[in-house]
């Protein structure tokens, strides 16, 4: 009698997944900081920000059709992020049964917090996205929804009167502050810096890194809401 055994696929064990969502995440921390430089042409004006629209419209042109580029990145940001939700659901509920019992008096650790803190920032970006592509993206939600004049949208968008929506965008912004210093500290952990004094480096890098990331995507809106970009 022969037995068979199968075998996990490596990328399916707890260390592939752990590399699936190392990969997705810097894909995805890259086109954070492209997006936000992006987004700090606003101060340029609308001339050149718009100049700016165009040309990723234009992107790749005439070998890919308009907006072509954009659609390939769309597509690709989404199986990242996906990827990445993915993998990290895996990775959770593997450790939850592998702890099968809770302790009733077991004392709290930080590690419980910035899970917490993971889980409820991932929900609250996920929505964020979703309506920020039916807003700026499609025009759904834009008071204007002209892709012909995307400084005019954001204007419109992050207006004194929608002031519901800057504060909704703050939440969302900060709460990817928080899942980008856990991410990167632990990152930066796992290459290496796991002495007390490469953990005080790691935290410090990781903090700077989303502390600057918040205020370059923040900047925008409080400057529309201000009356300092119209």
Known sequence: MVVTTRTRSPIRSNVGLKAVMAVTGILL????IAHMLGNLKVFT????????????????????P??????????????????????ATVLALRARAARPVRYAHRK?????????????????????VVYHILDLT???????GDPSRPYANVVADFA?????????????IVALGFHLRHGVFSALRSLGQQ?????????????????ALCAGYLLVPFAVLTGLVS
């Open 195 to 211: 002495t007390p004094r490469g953990e005080q480096r790691a935290r410090a890098v990781a903090l700077v890194f989303a502390v």
């Open 160 to 172: 004194p009167a929608r002031w519901y929506v800057t504060l909704f965008y703050t939440l969302a």
């Open 138 to 144: 499609t025009g759904t939600l834009n008071p204007i």
């Open 108 to 128: 709290k650790v930080r590690g419980s917090y910035a899970a917490r803190t993971m889980r409820w920032g991932g929900v609250i970006i996920l929505l964020f």
């Open 29 to 32: 921390v890259l086109f954070l």
């Open 66 to 87: 308009s907006a072509g580029f954009l659609w390939i990145q769309r597509v690709g940001l989404l199986a990242a992020v996906l990827l990445h939700i993915g993998a």
């Open 45 to 64: 004006g609308a001339m050149s920000f718009n100049h700016y629209a165009e040309w990723l419209r234009e992107l790749g042109a005439p070998l890919l």
